[in-house]
Nanobody
Framework: QLQLAESGGGLVQPGGSLRLSCVAS????????IGWFRQAPGKEREGVSC????????NTAGSVKGRFTISRDNAKNTVYLQMNSLKPEDTAVYYC??????????????????WGQGTQVTVSS
């Protein structure tokens, strides 16, 4: 069974940084498009950034563009989300997900079949 596990969340002050990790088991991450999503209390889940299976395409939400960077380490079968200049409005549970998409990467959660359990990110002073 395909499994994803996120880590790296925590409490950080505004302006700080965190790096989230998404490790896959039972499958190879570069066989799938990988997306990072987040869900804040009382809000719908939203796409943050995604990476195509080839690595050639990256999509990033406007609210985090220039601050968040998605990357992949094939040797470690891990996808990262580097988050810099964090703001209180970035507070949410962050999820990684895998989509069996050959080209590109979707930013809509309905396109993703496999999900991790999520990791909490809290930005507060």
């Amino acid at each position: 069974q395909l499994q994803l596990a996120e880590s790296g969340g925590g409490l950080v002050q505004p302006g700080g940084s965190l790096r989230l990790s998404c490790v896959a088991s039972e499958f190879t991450l570069d066989d799938y498009a990988i997306g990072w999503f987040r869900q804040a209390p009382g809000k719908e889940r939203e796409g943050v950034s995604c990476l195509s299976r080839s690595g050639a395409q990256i999509n990033t939400a406007g609210s985090v563009k220039g601050r968040f960077t998605i990357s992949r380490d094939n040797a470690k079968n891990t996808v990262y989300l580097q988050m810099n200049s964090l703001k209180p409005e970035d507070t949410a549970v962050y999820y990684c997900a895998a989509a069996d998409v050959y080209l590109g990467c979707p930013m809509t959660d309905v396109s993703y079949s496999y999900w991790g359990q999520g990791t909490q990110v809290t930005v507060s002073s």
